[in-house]
C-alpha cells in the first residue's frame, strides 16, 4: 500500500528563493538514494508555511527514508533552508472512485525505482479480470503512469482489477533499448503473482501513445526470437488496446517524430498532462532534435535497422492476440495514419486486428473517460472479456 508523508514546516519569507532553489537537489538525492520513493509535491500554505506531500511504494520505503534523515549533501541542503518543523504525519493513499473511495496498492515488480505499478481491486474477492495500462509521454520520464488514473478508475468501477504499470523512461537509467521493453515485458509477466484476486488468465493490455506502441509491442511478444526483448511471455493478453499508437516506428523515425520536445517553449497541445519531471526537459530538449525513436531504440532505422525490427509493431504483425486500434481523426501529435498502417500490415498477415477512427478526437481526447474513443475502446474490452471466459 503505497504511503503519503505529509510535512508542514516553516521557511521565513526572505529565505523561500533558497529553500525552492535547494529543492531540486533534493528531489534528485531522493530519487538516487532512496528506495521507493514515488513523487513529491510542495504546497504554499501560507506566506511562511509550506506543506511537502511525498509518496513513498510502501511502509518500509518510508521508513527507510526517515531513518537516513539528510544523508546526502544535496539532502541536506535542502533541510537547512528549513527554519522549523510544525509536524509530519504518514497515511496509506486513497484514489477517488465513481463508486466511492478506493486504496491504492503499489507494487513492485523489479528493483528499479520505475519499476513500480499501481493496483487497483473491485469489490468482492475476485478473481477479477485485469487490464494493464500502460502510460504515453514519448517514452520519456517527463511524464509518469498518473495520466492514466482517470481510465483506471473508471475499469474498476465496472469490476476490472486495474494494474496501472511504470517503466524506466527515457532521462533516467535503463530507459530505451532494451530496458523500456525488458520492463514492460516484466510487467505485464508480474500479473502472474501479483495477488490471489486478479486472474492471470483474463489479461487486458491498453496503452495511449508511446503506451500504445508498447501495449501492441506486448501483443507480438510471443513472435520475439529467443534472445529479444519480451521473447518467452508468460502471461498472453486475451486482448490489446492501441488509444493513439505509435505503431510505425520507421515512419516515426524518417518524420522525425517528437522533435517538437526539442524546443520546451513551444506551445503545449490541449488537453496534454504537465509534466511529472520538468526538470528532465532540458536533458531531452538537447537530444530530440532528429527525432524521439532515435533515444528510444539508440539511433536511426539506417544504424539499427534490427531494433526497429524488433520494436515496431508494423513489422510485426502477426501474432494470435486481438487488436484494437483507435485513433482520433484530429490527432495531430501522433496522425491516424500510424494506426491506418498497422492495421493493413496486420490484415495483410491474417492478424485479428480492429481499427476504429474516433471523429474530433484529439491525441488526449481518446483517453478521456466520457469521450468517444473509450466508450467503443471499454465495449471492446467487454466483448474480448466475454469471449474469452465463454471460450470462444
Partial sequence: MSVIELTTFVVAPERSSDMLSARSGMLSGFRKDRRGFIDARLVRVAEDTWLDVVEWADAAAYDASREKGGNLPEIAAFFATIDRLVGAESGVRYDDAADGH???????????????????????????PVVVLMHGGWWTALFDRRQSVPLAEDLVSRGYAVWNVEYRRLGEPGGGWPGTFDDVSAAVDAVASLDPAVDPGRVLVVGHS????????IAHRSAQPDDAPGAHPTIKPVGVVSLAGVLDLVHADKAALGSDLSDPGADVTPHAPLPSRPDLWPAVAARAGNGITRLLLGGSVEEYGDRYALASPVELADGGVPVLVVHGLA???????????????????????????????????????????????RAWLDERLRQATSGS
Avoid: N
Fill in 102 to 128: 478506493r486504496a491504492v496498492r503499489t507494487i513492485a515488480y523489479g528493483p528499479e525505482p520505475s519499476q513500480v505499478g499501481e493496483l487497483y481491486l473491485p469489490e468482492g474477492d475476485g478473481p477479477f
Fill in 210 to 217: 508511446a503506451g500504445g506502441h508498447l501495449a501492441t509491442w
Fill in 331 to 377: 490527432d495531430d501529435v501522433i496522425p491516424p495514419a500510424y494506426g491506418e498502417a498497422y492495421a493493413r500490415a496486420a490484415e495483410a498477415k491474417g492478424a485479428d486486428v480492429t481499427l476504429v477512427m474516433s471523429p474530433r478526437a484529439d491525441h488526449f481526447d481518446v483517453i478521456d473517460p466520457k469521450g468517444h474513443a473509450w466508450g467503443v475502446a
